[in-house]
């Protein structure tokens, strides 16, 4: 190399990577630019000028039939050698390397698939020893064994009618088909032994390196050899699809089935650039016949073209989907059925499976898919001084001090060119970021790139691990120069206006596409493999990918366990760090059992007892007060079972895996109808304790007057009152479901997963810029909910007799905001439905205003009769108004505890001073119940009653036992006791019963 450069070279390319020996006569490029302006070869094996040589060339693996054993060349090295079967010696390299070598008769190239072609055998004549006599020798006529063996009648008379035969290639006699003439490693004269070459082939099976593909010889299945692939004068299939192959660019031949595979076949990958790969099936994969791969997706091209590209012929295997204008042939398989196909906005269309796969195919459905899943390209931009070469960050930028002073972190000046390679003529770029370590989770593009490759992120590390080579991504980058990185290999730098080169591109591991340093780590994939995110930490990754690193999703780590789903799979918001259940805590599964069971318990009983005793009422006061008793306790009992079927939903049916199923519960029917059950319990509770205190305080002012007997005309006035409060109760749970008014109620749609543009529910407002970047523009008005669904359908071809993944799956409705499908109180200003809540609101809050006015007005009444009434009977009257003032000044603090914190909770949320959307859980089990449990005690002494005679009953139940017991004890001490001591003890135990 020294001597080269001496001669042809550069003084700063030690290697002579830029300059081409005279001695060399394959260059593969020429007129590049380089900084010395010189060539670049390609390698060769005795003369190494690059550090990356040809992909296409190939090592044998050493067969392990020979010994191998080293010793010195004529030059001095020491080099590997093998002793053949026949004694004769050979350079191991020459070995199995696919060119015959004379000096060794064939031997080199005869046993390189576990496998013999050809016999060995003693010499005939001239001289002794083993020889190896090759197919072409074989049955032609002439004595070459001692014992005649290749000329026998065994091995050259076919005998029997069933063993495969031929015309032999010299002598065109028919002679039978040996295993050991079949399945050559290499194309030579020598090694054919059938006239008709094709034969030769049939039933073959190679290793991985011998193996180019399979196909059908004369209907036989065989494995054909890599060298026959694109040789016109070796074609050997029947359908001839081992000779389709392409000429890209006039200077890379490749096979058809080479392209889109993932493996760059030609120098400057533009096979796997070609058109057809932006173009792949995401459902139709299968092993190419061509190629030693697994299954790998097709082009669409290949599907239905005529020609049997998969081994199994499934890529022909086509059916008719669609209609009219998106009728096509398509591949069904087991795991494949007919869908509808995405409309293209200027004509065509796509299939399902290829939307959102981050490769526009039909106009800008790729904008649709990132407005439709939230998703958008972050960027923590840089500013840019000196014409791109000084670049501050926003944090650092003179003036804006009180961003400075909160970080408390000093800037520092930075240099990056490229992490830890040497490339001449690099220009670095000075950048300015704070002195100590950053969080970089939360830094984009650019500046993530620069911040993590100078080692200022506490835990992220550096993407640029190598530089471009300076054939990455042909045809995208204009004005390359070429340069040297390390005296390795050459780089290309990108030349700045004032003279200055810098390399701004990162190539993707797949080496088809380059992108620019801010589209790295945006949480956007740019790279088809996507490699230009999957080692980046500031993002979350979904889970799903469809198959197909293209599908991928990135989401910021703020947005994991937000609440919200941003995954496809829900991963975002359902995995360790954030699980979910419908009540999250134990107190809460543990109060929603208690206070649900007592509420349900307690109430029933004070209905029953009610309805039991409401046909002794006499007095048309006494029949209101058990009516109403009756509604509140019934109310309660709806609260109470809605606690419990909440508690049975959550530790029974859903228990750990309701995160996942968590929009199954909450589109629900099931869900819809404990809100119901919910809304008119409480509702009706409170407007019967409403009329319940109006009553009591008319009838305490007129308490002066008997009260008339019950005739039919005031029970019709109960009833209606009932009735009243029933319907008015079932009214305001049922308005939010009546399909009138899903505009103002429906809180969002749920698209089946199939459809892939929108993740979980999806909200009206959502919705409207994916029907504008589809439609174009529209007038600046908010479309109704059908009109949105209408509008969406329409965007697919609705072929009827298919599952149209276009309509929505169900409707996430009023009571479905929450786990605990409670009546929506919390909502914001944008909500549709907050004029019908804040209305509810306004009514509940009215009716504990006037429940308080009337018990306290009811109190100060009674106060002031008692004080008129002298003696023992006003004694008696001020115990009973003490104790009514109790339950009075309780009734109102409950009422307190339960509407006016949740009042005040619901306007601090409306006005957005905090998020109150995860206190659900806790006002629905503990807050709004607390009347659910204390009213049965308040408003009916049944129950306190009840407790009261539990201390006399047990001793009733349980005073005979213990005198019994006491006896029994007695007998048995004075059995064991002496008489002395067992009188004293006796006098102790009635000493202490006396006591007791």
């Known amino acids: 190399s020294s001597g080269i450069n001496a001669e042809y070279g550069c003084d700063n390319d030690t290697y002579g ?5 005279e001695g060399l006569e394959h260059l593969r490029y020429s007129g590049i630019k380089a900084v010395c302006g010189a060539y670049v070869c390609k390698e060769i094996p005795d003369i190494r000028l690059c550090k990356e040589g040809d992909t296409n060339i190939s090592v044998p693996e050493k067969p392990n039939t020979h010994d191998w054993l080293t010793k010195e060349s004529p030059d001095g090295d020491i080099e590997s050698y093998v002793t053949l079967k026949s004694g004769n010696e050979i350079r191991a390299d020459l070995v199995c390397d696919g ?14 698939n576990d496998k013999l072609i050809g016999m060995y055998c003693n010499r005939y004549r001239y001289i002794t020893g083993i020889l190896l006599i090759v197919p072409w020798y074989i049955c032609d006529g002439y004595k070459d064994c001692d014992n005649n063996e290749d000329e026998s009648e065994d091995t050259c008379t076919v005998t029997d009618q069933s063993q495969p035969s031929c015309k032999h290639v010299r002598t065109g006699q028919t002679v039978p088909i040996h295993d050991y003439v079949q399945c050559p490693t290499m194309l030579a004269r020598e090694f054919i032994y059938c006239d ?76 796997e650039n070609d058109s057809k790969c932006s173009h792949m099936s995401k459902i139709y994969h299968c092993k190419r016949k061509m190629g030693i791969k697994d299954a790998l997706p097709i082009p669409h091209q290949w599907i239905n073209d005529g020609i049997e590209d998969c081994v199994d012929g499934s890529d022909e295997k086509e059916t008719t ?39 526009d195919k039909c106009g800008n459905e790729q904008k649709i898919c990132t407005l439709s899943r939230n998703t958008k390209r972050h960027d923590t931009p840089f500013v840019e001084l000196e014409q791109s070469l000084i670049r501050k960050m ?37 950048f300015n970021i704070p002195e100590a370590k950053q969080d970089c989770d939360f830094i984009y593009g650019e500046s993530y790139v620069y911040t993590s490759c100078v080692n200022k992120c506490k835990n992220s590390t550096c993407l640029l691990e190598t530089p471009p080579s300076y054939h990455d991504c042909p045809g995208q980058i204009e ?12 780089t290309f730098v990108t030349p700045l206006k004032n003279k200055k080169f810098v390399i701004n591109k990162f190539v993707c591991d797949d080496k088809t596409k380059c992108i620019e340093y801010s589209r790295l780590c945006d949480l956007v994939q740019d790279c088809n493999d996507g490699s230009d995110e999957k080692h980046c930490t500031n993002h979350f990754a979904c889970s799903s990918s469809q198959g197909s690193t293209l599908s991928k999703t990135y989401i910021p780590k703020s947005k994991l366990c937000d609440g919200v789903f941003d995954c496809m799979d829900l991963s975002d918001e359902c995995n360790e760090n954030c699980p979910k259940e419908i009540l999250q805590s134990l107190y809460l599964k543990v109060i929603s059992i208690g206070i649900g069971g007592l509420a349900f318990l307690a109430n029933l009983l004070i209905v029953l007892k009610n309805i039991f005793y409401i046909r002794k009422c006499r007095t048309s006061g006494s029949l209101v007060n058990k009516a109403m008793i009756i509604l509140i306790s019934a109310g309660d009992f709806m609260i109470g079972l809605y606690l419990l079927l909440i508690a049975y939903e959550d530790l029974i049916v859903y228990s750990s895996s309701y995160c996942k199923r968590q929009l199954d519960w909450l589109v629900s029917n099931m869900c819809a109808t404990i809100g119901v059950l919910s809304t008119i319990g409480s509702q009706m509770s409170l407007f019967a304790m409403t009329v319940l205190s109006m009553v009591r305080l008319h009838g305490i002012q007129g308490s002066l007057r008997v009260p008339g007997p019950i005739n039919i005309v005031k029970v019709l006035k109960v009833l209606s009152i009932v009735l009243a409060i029933i319907l008015v109760s079932t009214i305001i749970a049922l308005l939010p479901l009546a399909s009138r008014f899903e505009d103002y109620f429906v809180n969002g749609i749920w698209y089946p997963d199939e459809l892939k543009l929108f993740v979980g529910t999806t909200k009206k407002e959502a919705m409207q810029p994916v029907l504008e970047a589809y439609y174009g523009r529209m007038k600046k008005t908010t479309l109704s909910w059908k009109l949105s669904i209408e509008m969406l359908s329409d965007m697919f071809s609705n072929d009827k007799e298919y599952k149209d993944y276009s309509k929505p799956r169900a409707n996430l409705h009023f009571f479905g905001n929450d786990g605990v499908c409670l009546f929506k109180y919390f909502v914001t200003q944008d909500d549709p439905q907050k004029a019908f809540v804040w209305a509810i609101l306004i009514v509940n809050f009215v009716c504990f205003l006037f429940i308080s006015f009337s018990y306290i007005v009811i109190g100060l009444i009674s106060k002031s009769s ?21 339950r009075i000044a309780i009734i109102i603090l ?11 909770v619901c306007g601090f949320h409306y006005f957005e001073i905090f998020d109150a959307t995860t206190w659900y859980s806790l006002f629905s089990m503990l807050i709004l119940p607390i009347n659910s449990v204390i009213n049965p005690f308040l408003y009916d002494d049944f129950l306190t009653t009840l407790l009261s005679t539990l201390p006399r009953l047990y001793r009733l139940m349980f005073s005979p036992v213990m005198e019994a017991t006491r006896r029994v004890w007695n007998m048995v001490k004075g059995y064991m006791l002496p008489s002395q001591q067992q009188s004293g003890e006796l006098e102790n135990v009635d000493n202490a019963e006396t006591a007791l």
């Not at 060119?99 to 390189?112: H, M, P, T, V």
């Not at 004005?479 to 050459?490: A, C, K, P």
């Open 894 to 904: 409950t009422d307190f505890c339960c509407w006016v914190p949740f009042i005040v």
């Open 99 to 112: 060119e015959l070598n004379k000096k060794s008769i064939f031997e080199d190239e005869a046993e390189c």
């Open 394 to 430: 926003s944090y650092c930028v003179q003036g804006i001090e009180n961003i400075l002073t909160l970080k408390q972190d000093k800037c520092i000046v930075k240099q990056f060119a490229f992490p830890e390679h040497d490339i001449f003529g690099l220009t670095p770029i000075d």
């Open 866 to 886: 008692s004080n008129s009434v002298a003696g023992a009977q006003n004694n008696e009257l001020n115990r009973r108004n003490k104790r009514m003032n109790r």
């Open 479 to 490: 004005h390359r120069i070429g340069t040297i990185v390390d005296n390795s290999f050459l």
């Open 321 to 359: 989907c669609g209609q009219n204008s998106t009728e096509r042939a398509v591949l069904l398989r087991e795991d494949a059925k007919c869908q509808n196909a995405f409309i293209c906005p200027l004509g065509g269309f796509i299939e399902l499976s290829d939307l959102c796969d981050g490769r």
């Open 17 to 21: 990577y830029q300059a081409c020996h």
């Open 196 to 271: 008709d070459f094709r034969l030769n082939f049939i039933n073959c099976s190679y290793n991985s390196h011998w193996k180019g593909g399979e196909c059908e010889i004369y209907g036989y299945r065989s494995e054909i050899l890599k060298v026959m692939i694109c040789d016109p004068d070796w074609q050997v299939c029947d359908d001839g699809i081992d000779d389709r192959c392409f000429n890209l660019d006039g200077s890379c031949k490749v096979h058809k089935h080479r392209l889109c595979d993932g493996v760059v076949d030609c120098k400057d990958g533009i096979d």
